[in-house]
């Protein structure tokens, strides 16, 4: 069955996914879904047998259905190739009585390059299919591992530019130096004086200003996203929750059939909305455990049916999910309610930051503070020589917190979003605080001398690297600075 794509907030056009992916957002403002959640079609006993890369042609040719098996396969086998550093992709580690799915195997080590490494080639694709002759723009805003990966899947890609903004102080150290290193003779990259909320907001205000499209269109440019308000970036976010479960079966932690759990650290919401789409795909899911850092506002409102973001932004140490605005929230309750609603909520949203909307659902919210983090690392290094990253740990830390208060005896996998080599200095002040002070780039040797592995080769002499990209602006400039990159 053909899935088409419609908009969260009521526009009647549908589109095809490859439109869809080529437009990023609908005209009216919302976020495309699926018209007809897909199904799988397959036994899902098959899953155990298949690799990370047959899973996701079996898996996303139910999402994508106006690409053809031969256009799907290539964009598959271009993306999960020796870009990543194990032939699993995404392995399942088992330190202890836990169950990490390590996404940070890419080449900028952390998850965004699970969907990063194919929306290059799916956009390209979807451009082809659709008669697109101009060139394709990706503006991006990103709290800090987005952007690195949509710049490495982008750069040098005919046919497309790419423009990153990102939080100037609010991410680490690494991350930054990832951005304004990247080489590529179609990038972009400026840091603004402002959060990832407000970077967001910028970007998403570019994408919804026809009279910009209209002149830039003229101009041979026409815009896309690589953030997950793009269902080219959320749909092959789908493929590893299978995956995981596959994993689990496969190590004897779960019988084929039976429900499992997910904790996902969540700023933007859609890591774990892939889960919930998983979930209606098919997959047993019995709880989406949403861990939030001390930006609680996804727990508040799992917790009490209020989403309000007028509450202090802060930043913490992990910067990736220093988020009030979860953009993918939107697409779940259009899911659960329908375009009406959804549109409602999203103005009362935009003009006062807050609304009301009762979710009982597979959700749950949980919250770690940053002393929460800290222990949660420390605690389960000491036991099993383990290292998170401070991401991972915000999960870990709350469904721990979840098992206390269930005593649920559901199977858990906890999404391990980032290598802990991302946030080495922070990470090693959560083993041991003789390493407060300790240089961001030292840190990465220190790390790898006590957990006894190696620094990755993306990040290897980074600070070593030339500063490419050196621009930082006011978050109002940001559309005049998209007008002058597009003279």
């Known amino acids: 069955m053909d899935i088409m794509f419609k908009s969260t907030r009521g526009d009647k056009d549908l589109v095809s996914a490859s439109q869809a992916i080529v437009k990023g957002i609908a005209d009216d403002g919302g976020l495309y879904v699926p018209e007809t959640m897909p199904e799988i079609d397959f036994p899902l ?20 259905t106006d690409y053809t098996e031969e256009e799907l396969k290539h964009c598959i086998d271009s993306a999960y190739d020796d870009k990543f550093d194990t032939e699993l992709i995404a392995p399942l580690a088992t330190p202890g009585e836990n169950n990490f799915l390590e996404l940070f195997h890419g080449k900028t080590i952390a998850f965004k390059d699970m969907a990063l490494s194919i929306l290059p080639y799916l956009l390209k694709t979807a451009a082809v299919k659709n008669g697109v002759k101009e060139e394709i723009v990706i503006l991006t805003a990103t709290s800090g591992d987005t952007g690195k990966a949509a710049l490495e899947g982008f750069a040098d890609v005919e046919g497309t530019q790419i423009i990153v903004f990102f939080p100037e ?6 991350q930054k130096a990832q951005m304004v290193t990247q080489q590529g003779g179609n990038t972009c990259v400026a840091g603004i004086r402002g959060n990832f909320d407000d970077a967001q907001a910028a970007v998403k205000k570019t994408f919804t200003d026809n009279a910009l499209k209209a002149e830039l269109k003229k101009k041979g440019y026409v815009f896309s996203s690589a953030n997950s308000i793009n269902i080219g970036r959320l749909a092959p976010q789908i493929v590893y929750y299978f995956y995981a479960y596959a994993q689990m079966v496969k190590a004897g932690k779960l019988n084929m059939g039976e429900k499992i759990n997910f904790t996902v650290p969540t700023g933007n919401f859609g890591n774990i ?17 949403c861990a939030s850092n001390d930006n609680k506002v996804l727990y508040d409102f799992f917790r009490t049916g209020v989403y309000d973001i007028n509450r202090d932004f802060i930043v913490t140490v992990s910067p990736s999910m220093d988020i009030l605005i979860s953009s993918n929230l939107e697409r779940l ?16 949203l935009s003009k006062g930051g807050k609304y009301e909307f009762n979710i009982d659902n597979e959700f749950i919210g949980e919250f770690a503070t940053i002393p929460e983090t800290f222990k949660a690392i420390r605690s389960l290094f000491e036991e099993t020589g383990y290292v998170m990253d401070t991401h991972t740990a915000v999960a870990k830390a709350a469904y721990d917190k979840y098992l206390a208060e269930t005593g649920d005896k559901t199977p858990n996998v906890i999404i391990s979003t980032a290598s802990p080599y991302k946030f080495a200095k922070d990470v090693l002040k959560a083993i041991d605080g003789k390493y407060d002070d300790i240089d961001p780039f030292k840190a990465l040797e220190a790390l790898s001398e006590i957990s006894k592995t190696p620094i990755p080769a993306p990040i290897k002499g980074i600070d070593k690297r030339e500063i490419i990209h050196k621009s930082v602006i006011d978050r109002d400039a940001i559309e005049e600075f998209v007008k002058n990159k597009l003279k």
Do not use: C, F
């Open 273 to 289: 909305l892939a889960g919930y789409y998983a979930m209606k795909m098919g997959l047993p899911v019995n709880k989406l455990i």
């Open 169 to 174: 102080d609010g991410v680490s150290a690494v």
């Open 333 to 348: 309750l259009y899911h659960l309610s329908g375009s009406e609603k959804t549109k409602t909520v999203m103005s009362q």
């Open 45 to 64: 006993e098959k899953i155990t047998h298949w690799s990370y890369r047959e899973l996701a042609y079996e898996v996303l040719k139910s999402v994508l």
